[in-house]
């Protein structure tokens, strides 16, 4: 199994921005692609942006294309999600997750195997 954690949400005001890391534990990290997800009250848990095991392929959600990068250092065993530019829509309980598919980056929830606990971030307008 994966453990993972997820730290560095927070409150920022639109255009700021907050960085977001997913430590993980357990398995070899660098086997897994890894994802990151978010989920605001009332709707469903939506991808927003993934990378593949080696960190060589990353893909993002339209809607935070040019904003968000992704990022992973395989050798601390930890995932990144640099947000700039954040606006109030990004408001949301923000999630890691793993995938043991070696495929790729998939943007179905339930193609990952592994789930953190979740950091809030909140923008405010």
């Known amino acids: 199994q994966v453990q993972l954690v997820e730290s560095g949400g927070g409150l920022v005001q639109a255009g700021g921005s907050l960085r977001l890391s997913c430590a993980a534990s357990?398995?070899?990290?660098?086997?897994?692609?890894m994802g990151w997800f978010r989920q605001a009250p009332g709707k469903g848990r939506e991808f927003v942006a993934g990378i593949t095991s080696s960190g060589g392929s990353t893909r993002y959600a339209d809607s935070v294309k040019g904003r968000f990068t992704i990022s992973r250092d395989n050798a601390k065993n930890t995932m990144y999600l640099q947000m700039n530019n954040l606006k109030p829509g990004d408001t949301a309980l923000y999630y890691c997750?793993?995938?043991?598919?070696?495929?790729?980056?998939?943007?179905?929830?339930?193609?990952?195997?592994?789930w953190g606990q979740g950091t809030q971030v909140t923008v405010s307008s």
């Open positions: 357990g398995r070899t990290f660098s086997n897994y692609a």
């Open positions: 997750a793993a995938d043991a598919m070696p495929i790729g980056v998939r943007s179905f929830a339930s193609e990952y195997d592994y």
